[in-house]
């Protein structure tokens, strides 16, 4: 069957109308011009009738009252007739001009042209050739009842051209009759091919659409074409169907939608404790129990392992346990990295989840598990053992549960790089500590031990040549050395238990000038200026440690009687102390070979501040300690960020 579209039948119904219009014109145009053709001839052939009278008019002046002028009026009115009728006979489609294509028309044509060249035109010449008047007289007398036959004849070819003129006229009101009917009819037939073609194809889609907002699905458009409302009506049919099929299966698809949901929220609840749970800081074993213990009762497996790496990544042990006998525990401890299926996940990082049909994990197989997955616990791709669960049936858990359980292996791997982390910094902070201490200790009590010890094998060289003076003498000094060292240590005690209540840092400078002042009865002075800080609690206790390592330097050494301290917490903040003592050359004392500046200078280096010491012989000390002021944000920052 040929389909055509809706744009083809459309083109061929208005090209048919088209050429039938066409036609109708053509026909009305071909009839009027035939008309316009038949009246020049009856205008024309009206006019030779005028001509006759004249001729014969000009005849009988000619005869009575000869001249050379009226004979050539007679001559160029007997051209004009002659030209006249040849153009009837021939016809001009130029003006236009012809006569009717009748016989009788014709025959009545060639009867008149024969009547004017073989009776009329020689009577005429022959009145003109004759010699005596009295003869013209009667030749002229004999040529009006001539004239007056040749007149009838011509007004026979007229009234037969009227007529003719009559049954044209007749034909083309009937040809413009029929166009008229021919358009009404087109119209009427091309709106019931429109309506045939789409509006009723429209509205039945229309009424369906209808029928479907109703939520009748069973409704079905007729498909009575290949155009295209017939595929429109086809994919109406196959979505109505699937809509159909949908609807009829709706309750049972919202059933499976809300146990998946009910899944996912169980697995999104498992998730959350875990993340929850692993955000806490318990160590590494508990945190593996307890998600062991969740993942078994999301998964429904019997039991399950929490495998290690060793700091080598050579072996894995097991940090938890759930489900599993001693005899297990005491064949699976230790495991080499690469063996069996829990080893070769924390070589390779790739979850795997397998029945034990064809496997030879005696282990597992003593326990009677048939099915095991094992899932990699990482840390910034770098693996830190493997979770496996072990299941009593054979189980292949779904991709859906294989990412999750692969989600919860890496925040596990992240909270135990966190404790590792952490442990490890706890320990660089002890190991930085002692060795500040140890350096503190160094720069004050050992060096005063070791003047000591001097002075001790003095005293004994004394008191073994009996040197009573001098080795009183010597205790004086021994004594003074126990006193400083008594009093280094009592300095070291409260500078290491300094502690900050909310890093109140102004409070804490007064207090420790305060102490100072009543301890060595050198006198202090505060200022402060700026807005109140509000810096980290580790940050505010290494400026109140570089202050009271400043204060230390100016009881031992400066010889100091007035100590002023000022604090600016403006733009970029600064902590300046400044003693009217002896002062030194600050370029010996710069190499960070003495240990209190070294240390002083490190504590400022932990966080991000700047130290710099200016000093000079007999012209005081300052020692300048400068930092960035933090950065505050606002609720509504807090809240965009």
């Not at 011509?154 to 009917?181: F, G, P």
């Not at 400066?558 to 370029?587: M, Y």
């Given at each position: 069957?040929?389909?055509?579209?809706?744009?083809?039948?459309?083109?061929?119904?208005?090209?048919?109308?088209?050429?039938?219009?066409?036609?109708?014109?053509?026909?009305?145009?071909?009839?009027?011009?035939?008309?316009?053709?038949?009246?020049?001839?009856?205008?024309?052939?009206?006019?030779?009738?005028?001509?006759?009278?004249?001729?014969?008019?000009?005849?009988?002046?000619?005869?009575?009252?000869?001249?050379?002028?009226?004979?050539?009026?007679?001559?160029?009115?007997?051209?004009?007739?002659?030209?006249?009728?040849?153009?009837?006979?021939?016809?001009?489609?130029?003006?236009?001009?012809?006569?009717?294509?009748?016989?009788?028309?014709?025959?009545?044509?060639?009867?008149?042209?024969?009547?004017?060249?073989?009776?009329?035109?020689?009577?005429?010449?022959?009145?003109?050739?004759?010699?005596?008047?009295?003869?013209?007289?009667?030749?002229?007398?004999?040529?009006?009842?001539?004239?007056?036959?040749?007149?009838?004849?011509?007004?026979?070819?007229?009234?037969?051209?009227?007529?003719?003129?009559?049954?044209?006229?007749?034909?083309?009101?009937?040809?413009?009759?029929?166009?008229?009917?021919?358009?009404?009819?087109?119209?009427?037939?091309?709106?019931?091919?429109?309506?045939?073609?789409?509006?009723?194809?429209?509205?039945?889609?229309?009424?369906?659409?209808?029928?479907?907002?109703?939520?009748?699905?069973?409704?079905?458009?007729?498909?009575?074409?290949?155009?295209?409302?017939?595929?429109?009506?086809?994919?109406?049919?196959?979505?109505?169907?699937?809509?159909?099929?949908?609807?009829?299966?709706?309750?049972?698809?919202?059933?499976?939608?809300?146990?998946?949901?009910?899944?996912?929220?169980?697995?999104?609840?498992?998730?959350?404790?875990?993340?929850?749970?692993?955000?806490?800081?318990?160590?590494?074993?508990?945190?593996?129990?307890?998600?062991?213990?969740?993942?078994?009762?999301?998964?429904?497996?019997?039991?399950?392992?929490?495998?290690?790496?060793?700091?080598?990544?050579?072996?894995?042990?097991?940090?938890?346990?759930?489900?599993?006998?001693?005899?297990?525990?005491?064949?699976?401890?230790?495991?080499?990295?690469?063996?069996?299926?829990?080893?070769?996940?924390?070589?390779?990082?790739?979850?795997?989840?397998?029945?034990?049909?064809?496997?030879?994990?005696?282990?597992?197989?003593?326990?009677?598990?048939?099915?095991?997955?094992?899932?990699?616990?990482?840390?910034?791709?770098?693996?830190?053992?493997?979770?496996?669960?072990?299941?009593?049936?054979?189980?292949?858990?779904?991709?859906?549960?294989?990412?999750?359980?692969?989600?919860?292996?890496?925040?596990?791997?992240?909270?135990?790089?966190?404790?590792?982390?952490?442990?490890?910094?706890?320990?660089?902070?002890?190991?930085?500590?002692?060795?500040?201490?140890?350096?503190?200790?160094?720069?004050?009590?050992?060096?005063?031990?070791?003047?000591?010890n001097i002075q001790v094998q003095l005293?004994?060289?004394?008191?073994?040549?009996?040197?009573?003076?001098?080795?009183?003498?010597?205790?004086?000094?021994?004594?003074?050395?126990?006193?400083?060292?008594?009093?280094?240590?009592?300095?070291?005690?409260?500078?290491?238990?300094?502690?900050?209540?909310?890093?109140?840092?102004?409070?804490?400078?007064?207090?420790?000038?305060?102490?100072?002042?009543?301890?060595?009865?050198?006198?202090?002075?505060?200022?402060?200026?700026?807005?109140?800080?509000?810096?980290?609690?580790?940050?505010?206790?290494?400026?109140?440690?570089?202050?009271?390592?400043?204060?230390?330097?100016?009881?031992?050494?400066?010889?100091?009687?007035?100590?002023?301290?000022?604090?600016?917490?403006?733009?970029?903040?600064?902590?300046?102390?400044?003693?009217?003592?002896?002062?030194?050359?600050?370029?010996?004392?710069?190499?960070?070979?003495?240990?209190?500046?070294?240390?002083?200078?490190?504590?400022?280096?932990?966080?991000?501040?700047?130290l710099a010491i200016s000093s000079a012989?007999?012209?005081?000390?300052?020692?300048?300690?400068?930092?960035?002021?933090?950065?505050?944000?606002?609720?509504?920052?807090?809240?965009?960020?």
């Open positions: 069957m040929l389909k055509l579209k809706i744009r083809e039948k459309i083109t061929g119904l208005l090209v048919f109308y088209f050429l039938c219009a066409l036609i109708a014109i053509g026909s009305t145009l071909f009839v009027s011009w035939k008309l316009e053709g038949g009246a020049a001839a009856i205008n024309d052939a009206g006019r030779e009738r005028m001509r006759s009278y004249r001729i014969a008019y000009l005849l009988g002046q000619q005869v009575h009252y000869p001249s050379p002028e009226l004979q050539q009026a007679l001559a160029q009115e007997i051209i004009f007739f002659e030209n006249t009728l040849v153009e009837l006979q021939n016809g001009n489609p130029q003006r236009p001009l012809f006569i009717p294509e009748d016989p009788v028309i014709r025959e009545q044509m060639i009867l008149l042209r024969d009547a004017w060249y073989n009776t009329m035109k020689p009577g005429i010449q022959k009145i003109l050739d004759s010699p005596a008047a009295k003869q013209k007289d009667t030749l002229l007398t004999d040529y009006r009842p001539m004239m007056e036959n040749f007149v009838e004849e011509i007004n026979e070819l007229v009234s037969l051209m009227e007529k003719s003129s009559a049954h044209y006229t007749t034909k083309l009101r009937y040809i413009q009759i029929a166009l008229m009917v021919v358009a009404l009819l087109g119209s009427i037939l091309l709106e019931y091919i429109f309506s045939l073609l789409l509006v009723r194809p429209v509205q039945r889609i229309n009424q369906g659409l209808q029928s479907m907002g109703k939520a009748d699905f069973s409704v079905r458009l007729p498909t009575l074409s290949n155009d295209e409302l017939g595929e429109v009506a086809r994919g109406f049919n196959q979505m109505a169907e699937k809509l159909q099929d949908i609807y009829t299966t709706l309750e049972q698809r919202v059933a499976q939608k809300t146990d998946s949901i009910k899944v996912k929220n169980r697995e999104l609840g498992a998730l959350y404790k875990v993340a929850a749970f692993l955000n806490s800081s318990t160590s590494a074993e508990p945190l593996c129990d307890s998600v062991l213990k969740q993942m078994m009762a999301l998964t429904g497996a019997r039991g399950g392992v929490v495998r290690l790496t060793d700091p080598k990544g050579e072996q894995l042990h097991v940090v938890a346990a759930q489900g599993v006998s001693k005899t297990f525990l005491e064949n699976e401890t230790y495991l080499s990295v690469g063996s069996c299926i829990c080893g070769e996940v924390a070589q390779n990082g790739v979850a795997v989840s397998s029945d034990l049909k064809h496997s030879r994990l005696h282990t597992c197989n003593k326990e009677n598990f048939r099915a095991v997955s094992a899932i990699p616990i990482r840390s910034n791709q770098r693996i830190l053992g493997s979770l496996n669960l072990l299941f009593n049936m054979e189980r292949i858990l779904p991709p859906a549960e294989i990412r999750l359980l692969e989600s919860v292996g890496l925040h596990l791997g992240v909270a135990i790089e966190n404790q590792r982390l952490v442990a490890r910094e706890r320990e660089m902070a002890v190991s930085e500590e002692r060795n500040l201490l140890a350096q503190e200790l160094h720069d004050s009590i050992a060096q005063s031990l070791a003047f000591l005293l004994q060289n004394d008191l073994s040549n009996e040197k009573i003076p001098e080795a009183l003498q010597v205790v004086d000094q021994i004594r003074e050395g126990v006193q400083e060292s008594y009093d280094d240590v009592r300095e070291l005690l409260v500078h290491f238990r300094t502690r900050l209540k909310h890093a109140d840092l102004e409070g804490a400078i007064a207090s420790a000038l305060e102490k100072f002042e009543g301890q060595v009865g050198i006198r202090t002075s505060f200022e402060h200026s700026g807005p109140t800080l509000d810096l980290p609690p580790e940050h505010a206790l290494q400026i109140l440690h570089i202050l009271h390592e400043s204060l230390s330097n100016i009881r031992k050494h400066s010889g100091a009687s007035q100590v002023s301290v000022e604090l600016r917490t403006e733009g970029q903040c600064s902590l300046t102390v400044k003693d009217n003592g002896k002062g030194f050359n600050i370029e010996e004392k710069n190499d960070d070979t003495h240990v209190g500046i070294y240390i002083m200078r490190e504590r400022a280096h932990r966080f991000g501040g700047e012989n007999n012209q005081g000390t300052v020692v300048s300690l400068s930092w960035r002021r933090p950065v505050t944000l606002t609720t509504e920052q807090r809240s965009t960020a």
